[in-house]
């Protein structure tokens, strides 16, 4: 299974990726309030906003979407790990479809929503999320959608190979 | 299942439909250098060639991401008929994750051209901006592809156990 296994390093290397981003960006915000790094040198629009406390609801509920959205890729990823050992029909692995299934969809919705809303707050002078595309949400949106239909799909074939093996 | 279904067919549509508008706004802008946008950059000379070449090349992506779509509808309606497994049905996945995975590595690669030929000035009509997009279509379509194999042995399985009883 060649492409599980590619799918399988993609999306590890696309979660190490996430996560180090979210770690710079922690990093970043730290140094900018204990004032070791000056904002002005790197973000003119957001030294306005470093002491209104909406910045850092948005940021926190924008980081629980990207945590949403990699727990969804762990999944997806565990799921790959499944089909690489050809174990199919594990109910552990179609409950990781459906779980991936459920993080994307909730994750297209909510960034999408939360960008919107961040944008019109902070008058579209900068984008707290890694990308505002539409199609990006909504392409989310719609395979998370799919993925749950896959998972519902192998849920039976897994009781017609149960079925199988007992008439056997 | 029919609800998730409409609600697929719904986003499915928008996308396509936002492409599309996207790609005829590229296309007019910088094969027929008509400044939709109004941003001025017609003014002075033609567009670069290669900077046609890239537009179409985007829109032979979109129309990759068409097909690939267009198969995936299709193994829609294979589900909602209850058409878990057949070999026609391996055949889907296996050409919508093909024509997914072509699309988006098509699509990286083009949004990485500004970088390496260094013209930003016709950015905003190429749409460079969805990288994350692209990545997002050749990990699904890596999905689909690896899929199709999992359909082939619930084929198989099936087709024992229709034997067996």
């Not at chain 1, 470093?50 to 727990?71: E, H, N």
């Not at chain 1, 949106?141 to 799919?146: E, P, S, T, V």
């Not at chain 2, 497994?85 to 996945?93: D, G, P, Q, T």
């Not at chain 2, 013209?119 to 190429?126: E, R, S």
Request: glycine share 6%; proline share 1%; hydrophobic share 50%.
């Amino acid at each position: 299974m060649k492409s599980a296994k590619t799918l399988h390093s993609i999306l590890s290397i696309i979660i190490y990726l996430i996560l180090l981003v979210i770690a710079v960006g922690i990093i970043m915000l730290v140094l900018f309030l204990t004032g070791i790094l000056d904002t002005s040198t790197i973000f003119n629009d957001i030294t306005e906003y470093l002491k209104d406390p909406s910045l850092y609801v948005f940021m926190g509920l924008i980081l629980i979407v990207y945590g949403i959205f990699v727990y969804g890729l762990c999944q997806l990823r565990a799921a790959a790990k499944g089909f690489i050992s050809h174990q199919f029909y594990d109910i552990n692995h179609l409950k990781n479809l459906s779980i991936a299934g459920k993080c994307f969809v909730l994750t297209g919705t909510f960034a999408w929503l939360f960008d919107g809303l961040s944008s019109i707050y902070f008058q579209s002078k900068f984008s707290l999320s890694m990308n505002d595309k539409t199609f990006m949400y909504l392409f989310i949106i719609a395979i998370g959608l799919f993925i749950m239909i896959i998972g519902q799909a192998l849920n039976d074939a897994r009781q017609l190979k149960e079925e199988n093996e007992l008439t056997i | 299942m029919k609800k998730l279904k409409i609600i697929i067919y719904i986003l499915f549509g928008a996308l396509l439909i936002g492409l599309l508008v996207n790609s005829i706004i590229s296309i007019s802008g910088l094969l027929f250098e008509n400044d939709i946008l109004n941003v001025g950059h017609f003014t002075e000379k033609d567009v670069p060639f290669y900077l046609k070449i890239i537009a179409i090349l985007k829109l032979v992506t979109l129309l990759l991401f068409c097909v690939g779509i267009y198969y995936l509808i299709k193994i829609l309606k294979m589900f909602t008929q209850g058409l878990y497994f057949s070999n026609s049905l391996e055949e889907l996945f296996r050409q919508s994750g093909r024509y997914l995975i072509l699309s988006g590595s098509l699509g990286f690669l083009l949004n990485l051209t500004p970088f390496i030929i260094q013209d930003f000035k016709y950015i905003m009509y190429l749409n460079f901006d969805s990288k994350s997009l692209y990545i997002a279509l050749t990990i699904i379509g890596l999905f689909f592809y690896a899929f199709s194999r999992i359909i082939n042995q619930g084929n198989f399985l099936k087709q024992e156990n229709e034997l067996t009883i």
